[in-house]
């Protein structure tokens, strides 16, 4: 029995009981649904084993979805502590665990895999490659992701979830001060999928670098292609560091190691340092992509190529590098010196140049043009006023000395929301629309999207807005609760009500997958929203080997001269196409990674030792075996596309 | 045989031997801590460039400036970091 | 699989190439992943608490072997590779033994110098200095002996193989990999211990 008692709850309530039991039912439900409707050969077969990278990305997408409802009830529960003063509705300790998981959830397992779903869908397309360079380790990448994401949410059932805030400053992550494991899940959750998110770099930036289409030299790659590189440009620059990082935190935790501890020679700071060299970069691994969405969508429905194009590349590439040299403007009151400080507050204000020059550039994509305001449009169109204010304030705040009002008040809470909602998850839904036909063979019901664009951006503003205020009255973030007195009440019932809002437009969302499931048309063809770049030259739904003939261009817009310009987008004949074979390694390696990470969470050497010379063995029969792929033939290719073509 | 032991190589490994040695005057010469500086960060660099150049055949595939780009861009990064900190916590607090 | 016979061996094939520039972006997140290191390193370098320092618990002699056995190795290493290109099986197998066999010697002596730091009573529960200094020689041992499986893994596939695309290229991404061992080695031979002992 006392083997058991460490998997127990620390801070039991009855929302955490009730959760256990759903989790329990889903999980029994899942399993006799698969056994009943006899899916789990076809799950194995064509899900867990795959190594295409269409469906790689459809199951990030899937995963992400998912993490964004967690998140949202997490952030729901957050709003309904404060929405009145002296509100006893979570308990601090409650309090600090929903929004610990709230943040590492929205940004490593909401944020991320919506962008790598739309990375992996969308980029080999668009280059014209029949997958990525290394499909298995995109695999890889994924089960890593998902395992590392499991993990992360059994924490809340199993042992008690992290509650020292998404960034897990020392001492309050050391053993004194969080006695629970909670934190040990956020150590090592973090660091198996964040080893997936390096791979995924790797493989993206050499996929991008040796694989595109003929005729596509690095200035004809279509916008989006350039934001994924220069993110993954990003990603395996500081992701390293959080693997150091958090290695160190871990070290502290389990081994009694003294790197952030006050004793000893420990110095917490270091990983408030360690963190944000690796955490706003981030920032800029989670907003560039989404930028090059809306670049993609804004310039398909004004109807123009995009304004500024060199520009754009050039201000991305400058990103790239500022980003990695502003860090400290999130310790401005750390201790360090005016020099320091004024160093890291120039820094910050200059990334707002490039920013800027992309918001204009956009701008000028849309003058003149003839605009098709459809749901996409609408998001992209939201966000450049909105992520304005978020950039607005993000310069007040670079400003070190007025830091030291600012820090960590809602004022900050309201700036960082500001970017990431209009910025991040606009794009993301932006993208879901407009990436849905070429995914699922129909579109989304446009009359719906519309309400849910609406209710998203009238929720976002009635939420966030009044946190500048009460931020600059003083209001800190984190904290469980205020009183009567200090007058936040009304403000904060007002952001209450705004989440509610936010939620319902989810919920619009969720029903309009369900709607449009049901009733969308399906003979759509391959490009419904007359766009512009290769993904849209294919079949819908996409074959596997995606062209049958490599594509050729001379432009970023290839699809678009053979559509406007009668250029030659397939001069080739079709010949037989290499593919690889499916794999069962990689899911099994993520799984191994899971049992490793949760011994290692609970110090159970044993079975982690085990998964560790499980792990090894993997890779060892990995560079032992010999496979060599299959060849699709040139026979099976033309009856495919026959098929394909008259299904239009 | 003679053909298994390419005079670049050599001539490289001769070289990176060379520069432990002068390194190791930091340490047998006694010398004071800016000029033992000076002297580590030169010959660690230089000995990392011959290695990058001579036996890891960075030069030699098409991708060479992509892969001279990537490297260089990465140091750069890494020196921010270490800096960076180093300002940070050792010189200006 | 089309194989270019106007390349190296080891470069021959489509997925070849890709390869050995996707190991080179690996090879550049583990400059970072030092670079981490480093950065920690410098940090806590004098946060002894109520350890050791570098000073009291460094040893040059070791240190020399070390730096000489590694070294050695890097270009044994490329001279492997260099056999490799001429097609000498044989001799490319040679080099590639004597390269695992000089790590194998270097991590004896590293070994030999952790036993060492703990007797002198520095752990990695010490302070934050001697938890830094072992978490970064560690992180560059646990590098080299998971090198030596590696290469091993490697020389049974060359031996039971015999030379093709597939096991040269997977030769030279190891030598690479080797190297670049190498490279870190100097850095900590220079700026851990020199610069400690300094
Ligand atoms: C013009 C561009 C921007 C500037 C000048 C800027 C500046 C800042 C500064 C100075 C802080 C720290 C304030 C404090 O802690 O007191 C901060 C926090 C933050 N920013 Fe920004 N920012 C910008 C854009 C963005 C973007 C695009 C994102 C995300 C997509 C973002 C996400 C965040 C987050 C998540 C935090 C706070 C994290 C935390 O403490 O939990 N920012 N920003
Ligand atoms: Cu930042």
């Known amino acids: ?257 003294h790197f952030f501890a006050t004793t000893n020679g420990g110095m917490d700071m270091l990983w408030a340092n360690l963190f944000w060299v690796w955490g706003h970069p981030e920032v800029y691994i989670l907003i560039l992509p989404a930028f090059g969405i809306y670049s993609e969508i804004i310039s398909t429905f004004a109807g123009r190529n995009l304004y500024g194009y060199k520009s754009m590349v050039a201000s991305m590439v400058i990103i790239s590098a500022l980003s990695c040299m502003v860090w400290a403007h999130h310790f401005f009151t750390m201790g360090q010196g005016a020099v320091a400080n004024s160093f890291f507050s120039i820094t910050t204000m200059m990334i707002a140049v490039p920013t800027g020059v992309k918001i204009f550039n956009w701008l000028f994509t849309l003058w003149k043009g003839k605009i098709r305001f459809t749901v996409p449009m609408l998001y992209s169109l939201g966000f450049i006023p909105l992520f304005v204010i978020g950039g607005m304030t993000g310069v007040m705040l670079a400003m070190s000395a007025a830091d030291y009002q600012y820090h960590n008040t809602m004022f900050l809470v309201a700036h960082f929301h500001n970017t990431i909602i209009p910025g991040v998850v606009f794009a993301m839904l932006a993208g879901l629309t407009y990436y849905w036909p070429k995914m699922f063979g129909f579109m989304l019901n446009e009359r719906i999207g519309k309400w849910s664009f609406w209710t998203l951006t009238i929720g976002f503003c009635l939420a966030f807005f009044p946190m500048y205020i009460t931020g600059l009255d003083g209001q800190a973030r984190r904290m469980y609760t205020y009183s009567e007195a200090t007058g936040y009440g009304p403000l904060n019932m007002v952001s209450f009500v705004g989440a509610g809002v936010m939620a319902i437009s989810f919920a619009l969302i969720v029903y309009n997958v369900y709607y449009s499931v049901r009733y969308s048309p399906r003979n759509i063809g391959a490009d419904p929203w007359d766009a512009r770049s290769l993904e849209w030259a294919t079949h819908t739904p996409v074959p596997e080997y995606n062209f049958a003939v490599e594509p050729q261009v001379a432009s970023s817009e290839g699809f678009w001269d053979a559509k406007k310009k009668g250029h030659a987008l397939f001069p080739g004949k079709v010949e037989k196409i290499h593919m690889p074979n499916n794999s069962g390694v990689p899911f099994i390696m993520g799984a191994i990674f899971f049992v490793l990470g949760f011994s290692l969470v609970f110090s159970l050497w044993i079975p982690a030792i085990l998964s560790l010379i499980g792990i090894l063995a993997c890779m060892a029969l990995r560079s032992f075996e010999q496979d060599h792929g299959r060849y699709i033939s040139v026979k099976e290719i033309e009856e495919t596309e026959t098929k394909l073509r008259g299904a239009k | 045989m003679s053909e298994l032991f390419p005079r670049k190589q050599i001539i490289g490994f001769v070289f990176s031997l060379v520069l432990t040695a002068a390194a190791l005057a930091v340490y047998f010469l006694k010398l004071s801590f800016a000029q033992g500086m000076v002297v580590l960060v030169v010959t660690a660099f230089v000995q990392a460039l011959l290695q990058l150049v001579v036996f890891m055949h960075a030069g030699e595939s098409e991708d060479k400036w992509v892969i001279y780009g990537k490297v260089f861009f990465m140091i750069a990064m890494a020196l921010i970091t270490v800096f960076g900190t180093l300002l940070i916590f050792l010189w200006d607090m | 699989m089309k194989v270019d016979h106007s390349l190296p061996l080891e470069y021959g094939t489509k997925q070849n190439g890709l390869n050995i520039f996707g190991f080179w972006v690996f090879l550049a997140a583990e400059i970072m992943l030092f670079a981490t290191l480093f950065t920690s390193y410098f940090t806590l370098e004098h946060r002894t608490g109520s350890g050791p320092s570098g000073t009291e618990i460094f040893e040059i002699a070791p240190v020399i072997i070390e730096t000489l056995l590694l070294l050695t190795s890097s270009f044994t290493i490329g001279l492997g590779v260099h056999a490799m290109r001429l097609g000498r099986k044989k001799a490319m197998m040679t080099f590639f033994v004597i390269t695992l066999l000089l790590g194998l010697g270097f991590l004896g002596f590293e070994i030999d110098e952790f036993i060492t730091y703990i007797h002198d009573g520095a752990t990695l529960q010490t302070s934050a200095f001697t938890a830094m200094l072992m978490t970064t020689l560690g992180t560059h041992g646990l590098h080299v002996t998971f090198g030596l499986f590696w290469g091993t893994a490697i020389l049974l596939q060359v031996k039971k193989r015999g030379l093709t695309p597939e096991t040269a290229n997977k030769s030279f991404i190891f030598s690479l990999y080797w190297h670049f061992l190498d490279v870190v080695w100097i850095f900590i031979f220079s700026f851990i211990y020199l610069k400690g002992m300094m």
């Not at chain 1, 959760?19 to 029994?28: D, F, N």
């Open chain 1, 1 to 257: 029995m006392e083997f058991f008692e460490r998997f127990a709850i620390p801070n039991p309530s009855l929302a955490i009981y009730a959760s256990m039991v759903a989790i329990g039912l889903t999980v029994v439900a899942i399993i006799a649904g698969l056994t009943y409707f006899k899916k789990w050969g076809y799950l194995w077969r064509e899900w867990l084993t795959t190594v295409d990278h269409k469906r790689i990305g459809i199951m990030y997408l899937l995963s992400a979805l998912i993490m964004l409802f967690r998140g949202g009830v997490d952030a729901i529960m957050l709003r309904a502590q404060l929405a009145v003063p002296d509100n006893k509705l979570l308990d601090p300790q409650h309090y600090n665990e929903v929004f610990s998981t709230h943040g590492v959830i929205m940004v490593m397992f909401m944020a991320m895999p919506f962008i790598f779903a739309f990375m992996n869908y969308v980029v080999p397309l668009q280059i014209g490659a029949r997958d990525v360079a290394f499909p298995r380790l995109n695999a890889l990448s994924f089960w890593l992701f998902f395992f590392g994401a499991m993990l992360f949410n059994i924490s809340f059932v199993i042992g008690g979830s992290p509650d020292a805030g998404w960034t897990s400053y020392f001492p309050l992550a050391g053993n004194d001060f969080s006695q629970h494991v909670g934190t040990n899940y956020y150590m090592i959750a973090i660091q198996i999928s964040g080893i997936g998110s390096l791979m995924t770099g790797i493989n993206m930036i050499t996929t991008i670098m040796k694989m595109r289409a003929p005729g596509m030299t690095l200035m004809k790659m279509p916008m989006f292609t350039w934001s994924v590189l220069v993110t993954n440009l990003i990603i395996v620059t500081v992701f390293p560091v959080i693997t150091v990082a958090l290695a160190m935190g871990t070290m502290d935790r389990l081994f009694g190691t």
